[in-house]
């Protein structure tokens, strides 16, 4: 988490907004990408997606044995690619309650997208939140002390009042785990 705060540091002489998102595996750093929108006009490069195709790249689809560490609670279209690239860990600073997609729309913890969608979802993942987040406010509080004020007014970005909580992942069923055998040995094999 720390590579995560030093690298949201670094986005902003990117003119880019202080968001980051590093993935380990197996407890070694496998990759990393700060936010590209404004830099790439495109505002689908978020820190966490680009994170993810590149790890994609070099470990294949399946990120299950993979942690993505993020400055910021994945918004829902990063939510969604991590459930996809069945990412196992998630853990990130301050929540959002706006736009998170674990607080606000529970896309994270969503048990509805592994049960109907066994062969794309995998179960949930396990997910920290409120990580470093002391941290992460004064990171964005330096980027820009204005802005940092207004967003915390608004309650874009908060603290986790159950800092650093670890929820663990529901219990994976058999019909999950037959269905994560199922793509990774079929399914998969094919694309």
């Avoid at 609670?73 to 706006?98: D, M, N």
């Avoid at 992942?169 to 199922?182: C, D, K, N, S, Y």
Wanted: proline share 6%.
């Amino acid at each position: 988490m720390k590579r995560c705060i030093a690298l949201a540091k670094s986005s902003v002489a990117a003119d880019e907004r202080p968001f980051a998102a590093v993935i380990a595996y197996n407890g070694a750093f496998l990759c990393e990408s700060i936010n590209r929108a404004r830099q790439d006009h495109d505002v689908n490069h978020h820190a966490e997606v680009l994170a993810i195709s590149i790890a994609q790249r070099i470990r294949g689809r399946n990120l299950s044995d993979c942690t993505i560490y993020s400055t910021i609670e994945p918004c829902a279209q990063c939510a969604y690619a991590i459930r996809e690239a069945q990412i196992g860990r998630v853990i990130y600073g301050l929540k959002s309650p706006l736009m998170g997609g674990h607080s606000r729309w529970a896309i994270l913890s969503d048990p509805k997208l592994s049960k109907a969608l066994p062969e794309v979802f995998l179960p949930a993942p396990e997910i920290v939140s409120g990580f470093l987040q002391d941290e992460v406010e004064a990171l964005f509080d330096q980027w820009n002390p204005l802005m940092w004020r207004i967003i915390k007014a608004r309650g874009i970005f908060v603290s986790d009042a159950s800092a650093g909580s670890v929820l663990p992942p529901p219990q994976m069923r058999l019909t999950a785990r037959l269905g994560r055998l199922l793509r990774a040995h079929v399914i998969d094999r094919f694309r």
